[in-house]
Each structure stands twice: as C-alpha cells, then as structure tokens.
C-alpha cells in the first residue's frame, strides 16, 4: 500500500460516525483554504475550499470551518464510509500568490 | 479530458543517473507544479511555472530542474540522481486568477538505488 500515511496523526472512526480532522494553519495573510483526500497509490483528489470571508462551507457530507482567530480550520464528514478512508491534507493560500501551502496530512481509517 | 497526465508511474535509477520525468494536462491551465511526498510528510513544493515561459523555484528545488515545454506540458529532469531523491512525484495545474484550486496527477514512484 501507499506508504504516505506513515506516522501521520491517524483518526479511526467506526463506520456510520461522524469524523472531525482538524488543521491549525501559520500565516494570518491566508485568505483560501482548501481539503485534499488522498486515497492510497493516487494524487490528491479536491474536496471542497473555503474563503476566509466565510467560517462555515457545506459539501456533501462534508463542512468546513473556519476560525481565522485562532488560525484552525477542521473538515467534518458526516457517516463516514469505508471509502472515506484516506490521508486528508488541508492547504492555504494567500491572494496573489501562485503557490499552495500543504500540511502534512491526517490519516483517516473507517472500521466496518 | 484526462485531468494531468503523468509518465511514468514507476522509476528505478541507480545512483548517477539522470532521467525526465513527463506531465501535460488538457485543461488549458496556466500554472502547472511539481511536488514531491516522503512519508510521513505532506508535498513539498520543487519547482513551478505561474504561466507559459516562466519557472520559479519552490521549497526544496536542488538536484532539479524544470522546462515548460509549452502551455500545457511541464517537465522535471534530474540530472545526476541521487538516493534522497527516493519519492512519489506529483505534478499539478491550475487555471490561474481566482480560481486557485490544483489538479493533481497520478504520481511518479521513483526509487534511487
């Protein structure tokens, strides 16, 4: 298997639950934040963005908040699927710039 | 539309070797990127090109370089492998301007012997 997932935070969650990752970003000047699932042996698939004029963005069985206060933003997914299981990563982006700051990455494992 | 095309999937060089590794997208992107993933890590950027004709280094671009052949193909050369290069590569694009979303590619696995 894809071994990106090494000693990375790993969340189980029993299939059917609700899963919350979490992501503290570092610059303040961050205005896009965006989720990545990574499924094992691919590239990083686009789940859903927000801006940061917002603190709340729903997708289908997922949401994203935002708290610019404490720079944290965490993507919910509602009765979590085995094919949810994956390395999330969430990334920033200041306006302007071209280029994407990537965290490093959530391991998500659904027990059936 | 294929999305971003990588070649090839797999790659094993000894030591000293140099080789070429292929991306192109046909989604008439303006910006295309490399990345590179270790274990345990998230991507690091390697290299990036905002627009046709113009390249730039990212986080970690030694031992790389890059040519963007044209608006849609973007290639990363390494020119004398060596084994800290071991990595999955991935390759990137995005329309440019407000839409700021990536596209990734399948990945490269290269090993350096």
């Known amino acids: 298997g894809e071994s990106v997932g090494l000693h990375l935070p790993t969340l189980s969650v029993q299939e059917g639950d609700n899963s919350i990752i979490n992501c503290a970003y570092s610059n303040s000047a961050s205005d896009y934040f965006i989720w990545y699932k990574q499924e094992s042996g691919k590239g990083p698939q686009f789940i859903i963005d927000?801006?940061?004029?917002?603190d709340k963005r729903q997708g289908q069985r997922v949401t994203v908040l935002l708290n610019k206060t404490v720079k944290h933003l965490s993507l919910q997914i509602a009765a979590t699927q085995p094919g949810d299981s994956a390395v999330y990563f969430c990334a920033e982006n200041i306006y302007g710039n071209n280029r994407l700051a990537f965290g490093k990455g959530n391991q998500v494992v659904v027990i059936p | 539309n294929a999305g971003v095309t990588q070649t090839p999937k797999f790659q094993v060089l000894k030591t000293g070797q140099s080789m070429t590794l292929q991306c192109a997208q046909d989604?008439?992107?303006?910006?295309m990127y490399w990345y590179r993933q270790d274990p345990g890590m998230g991507l690091r950027l390697i290299y990036y090109?905002?627009?046709?004709?113009?390249?730039d280094k990212g986080e970690v671009p030694n031992g790389y370089n890059v040519s963007r052949l044209n608006k849609r193909e973007f290639s990363l050369r390494l020119e004398s492998a060596a084994p800290s290069q071991t990595s999955v590569y991935f390759c990137a694009s995005r329309l440019a301007g407000g839409q700021r979303e990536q596209f990734f590619g399948p990945g490269t696995r290269l090993t350096v012997l």
């Open positions: 927000i801006r940061s004029n917002m």
């Open positions: 989604m008439n992107h303006n910006s």
């Open positions: 090109s905002a627009s046709e004709g113009t390249t």
